[in-house]
């Protein structure tokens, strides 16, 4: 049987010896690796690049579809607000990280503007008008109207798993 998390670990170690950043993600299904990548970050000049968005790219254009039900991603570190969006939103079964921020901190620093480890989750979870990004909210009908288009070409009807307020 194979290992998974000791994969991804071999990932993320082959890529921080290739000049890559310490990350790695690993996606099984049925038993068997389905996509699995590094982060590509330093690689690319993809602030997206990270290991998880590569993976699940990797595996949606493999399966065809957007929804990775049925699925276990064995991630090297506890996922970042950005891949866990993106783990929310195609749904796996389970995911396994193998070290936390608390971990690893001391041994690894991403010193951009807005996000440093210490504050940056703390970060997405205020209000926006409260962030450190400066945001701004423009509203137009014109943009709910495009939701409007997306219904109307839908079938009319607005479904969720939850009922809406």
């Known amino acids: 049987m194979t290992d998974f998390a000791q994969r991804a670990i ?9 000049g890559g950043r310490p990350f790695a993600t ?3 299904k049925d038993g068997q690796i389905l996509a699995e990548s590094a982060n590509k970050v330093a690689q690319t000049n993809d602030p997206t690049a990270h290991a998880e968005i590569l993976a699940i790219r990797e595996a949606c254009t493999k399966l065809g579809t957007e929804h990775l039900v049925g699925t276990t991603f064995y991630v090297l570190a506890h996922p970042c607000p950005m891949c866990l969006g993106s783990l929310y939103y195609c749904s796996p ?3 396994v990280f193998l070290t936390s921020r608390d971990a690893y ?3 690894y620093v991403d010193d951009r503007k807005y996000f440093e480890l210490d504050t940056f989750y703390d970060e ?3 209000d926006w008008q409260d962030r450190r990004l400066p945001m701004r909210y423009d509203p137009r009908e014109e943009a709910v109207d ?13 479904t969720a798993s939850t009922p809406l307020p």
């Open 10 to 18: 071999e990932l993320a170690r082959q890529n921080v010896a290739e």
């Open 26 to 28: 690993v996606i099984v």
């Open 93 to 95: 079964d389970e995911v």
């Open 105 to 107: 901190a001391r041994h």
């Open 124 to 126: 997405f979870a205020k």
């Open 146 to 158: 495009v939701y409007r288009f997306w219904q109307e070409r839908n079938g009319g009807q607005r």
